[in-house]
């Protein structure tokens, strides 16, 4: 089984400056990772995702994360935040052979204020 | 588009009264699944089903109740016997493991 850590709840910054949002997961097997969106009132997006291969991904909006295997992190970046990047944010990890739920963090807001 | 329709996007309830949240994808997914969401506890698992005609208990199956008669169409009911049923819950569907695609979601507010 596998179990997702998102340590902060809530994080404020200021536009322009950079992020993180902190994730740790525990898991027995191997692991896919992943990073969700929540804007008020909507579904989860797909944000980005750690399959295999390079274990630094990017996505389209500037966002990036990086699988440490070692620390067991999957740590989401942005080195400018802007205004409309205000959302919650969810990691979540499922095994990486055959039929895998995704198990969910707790969520990280991310409040951005000019 | 390829997507996930959940209706409706409000849902009251009374007490002692089942309702049933609609969901649909196009996106030929094999497996479906339904969270609960509640504020600062993440996503928790319903049920969920990987072939028609099957479907698990997750994590909180308790007072709710599931079919997958087709592919495309997983719709949820919440009992009675649910507790405390207000929540946001979310439809999501999937072609391999993990990479979720999700609808927009139901609020559903017992009065």
């Known amino acids: 089984a596998q179990s997702v850590t998102q340590l902060d709840s809530q994080v404020p910054v200021f536009e322009e400056a950079p992020v993180e949002l902190r994730c740790n997961y525990s898991s027995s097997v191997s692991v896919y990772l992943f990073w969700y969106v929540q804007y008020p009132n909507q579904g989860l997006q797909l944000l980005l995702k750690?399959?295999?291969?390079?274990?630094l991904v990017e996505s389209i909006n500037g966002f990036e994360a990086e699988f440490n295997k070692s620390q067991t992190s999957f740590h989401l970046r942005k080195p400018s935040v802007h205004i409309s990047d205000t959302a919650e944010y969810f990691c979540?990890?499922?095994?990486?052979?055959?039929?895998?739920?995704?198990?969910f963090g707790t969520g990280t807001r991310l409040l951005v204020s000019p | 588009d390829g997507g996930i329709t959940q209706s409706p996007k409000y849902l009251f309830r009374k007490e002692g009264q089942n309702v049933t949240l609609s969901c649909e994808q196009n996106l030929n997914h094999d497996a479906m699944y339904w969270y609960r969401q509640d504020p600062g506890q993440g996503l928790r698992l319903i049920y969920y089903s990987q072939i028609v005609n099957d479907f698990q208990k997750g994590d909180i199956a308790e007072g709710y109740s599931v079919s997958r008669e087709k592919k495309e169409s997983f719709p949820l009911t919440v009992t009675s016997a649910q507790k405390n049923p207000t929540a946001f819950y979310l439809c999501?569907?999937?072609?391999?493991?993990?990479?979720?695609?999700f609808g927009s979601g139901t609020r559903l507010t017992v009065v």
């Open positions: 750690y399959l295999s291969g390079s274990t």
């Open positions: 979540a990890v499922s095994g990486d052979t055959g039929f895998q739920k995704l198990v």
């Open positions: 999501a569907s999937s072609s391999t493991s993990g990479v979720g695609t």
